[in-house]
């Protein structure tokens, strides 16, 4: 029997200097957590993209602490071994420093989570620095950041020009010196990632950030076909699941009207 090993803030900087892939995913519920983490994946975001995924928003905005950690609880019940980083939400962070230090304990006292992420490059780091000082492990988030959604415009690929990606660097290497222990890669050019990876000690993990990051996340909903409509460019489709789930409910209701179900092996 093995027996599996948590992992903690340290296992990633060594599987970065190894040379092995980080796997990470989102979750946002106890059963999702679970077999995200039984199939061996190495960290789970409860991401605020549960925003959108799960909670019906337009986007990230509107999502709340409250809303956020009842989800970090939920899929540390499912996975109480995996390392578990809670997403902070827009406005959880920018207001001060000491208003970002309260809620980002709560993630860890409340929802008994590993780590949180946040959102923002040289602008975040004097709060990243606050979070890490009290002992607050902080994943950083640069490139295409959704909490910038209206300031933006819409969703842009970040680093195109040469002074865009000088100022991703700028960013990965001022989240590093500020202490975060690992930085969200998200939409920008494979190339630009290349050399962020090669520029900094702690691991990147890439969205639409091409191979070359330390590691790979992903919304689990995109890879796992959990809806029909739209498929962002990055997200790859392992799973039909909509169509699984639509198909089954189909059969069912079939099933009740024609009264097949329940037959006499469901019934007492
Ligand atoms: O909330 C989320 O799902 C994220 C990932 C896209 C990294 O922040």
Redesign the pocket.
Known sequence: MTIKKKKNVCSFRKMKQNGEKIVAV?AYDAPSARLADDAGVDFL?I????AMTVLGYEN?LPLTMDESLHHCKAARRGAPDAFIVG?MPFMSYQVSCSNALSNAARYIKEANCDAV?L?GGTYAVAVVERLVTAGIPVVG?IGLL?QQVLAAGGYKIAGKTPEGAEQLLADAKALEKAGAFCV?L?GIPAEVSRQITESISIPT?G?GAGVHCDGQ?Q?LNDILGLFSDFIPRHAKRYANIAQAVSDALRRYSKEIRNSEFPGKDHSF
Do not use: A, N, Q, R
């Not at 991401?47 to 549960?50: A, E, K, L």
């Open positions: 989102t975001l991401g605020d993209s549960m990230t997403d992420k959102e988030h959704p969200v998200e993990i969205i996340i919304v």
